[in-house]
Nanobody
Framework: QVHVVESGGGLERPGGSLRLSCAAS????????MAWYRQVPGKQRELVAH???????HLADSVKGRFSISRDNAKNTVYLQMNNLKPEDTAVYYC????????????WGKGTLVTVSS
């Protein structure tokens, strides 16, 4: 089974930065694409960022210019660097793996809560 564990969330003021980490197990990490999603109560989970096995990245329009995604294959870890945070970024952030098709293959983790508030 494929498992992921997210970490790095917390309370941050608008304009601040956070870096989220996601450690994956049960896969040959370097062969899989990885993605970050977020969800707020009452809304569907949405894709935030995606990185292919080759390093090609995609960011949702709402976070372009502020967030970046990267990966460290040696550590089986994907990161989400979040800069210039806004209150609307408040959500639980999840990660998952896929085969480049955005179809999650891991058991969803507990996520990590990001709260942006003054």
């Amino acid at each position: 089974q494929v498992h992921v564990v997210e970490s790095g969330g917390g309370l941050e003021r608008p304009g601040g930065s956070l870096r989220l980490s996601c450690a994956a197990s049960g896969i040959i990490f370097s062969l899989n694409a990885m993605a970050w999603y977020r969800q707020v109560p009452g809304k569907q989970r949405e894709l935030v960022a995606h990185i292919t096995s080759g390093g090609t990245t995609h960011l949702a329009d709402s976070v372009k210019g502020r967030f970046s995604i990267s990966r460290d294959n040696a550590k089986n870890t994907v990161y989400l660097q979040m800069n210039n945070l806004k209150p609307e970024d408040t959500a639980v952030y999840y990660c998952n793996a896929d085969w480049g098709d955005l179809k999650p293959i891991a058991t969803w983790g507990k996520g990590t809560l990001v709260t942006v508030s003054s």
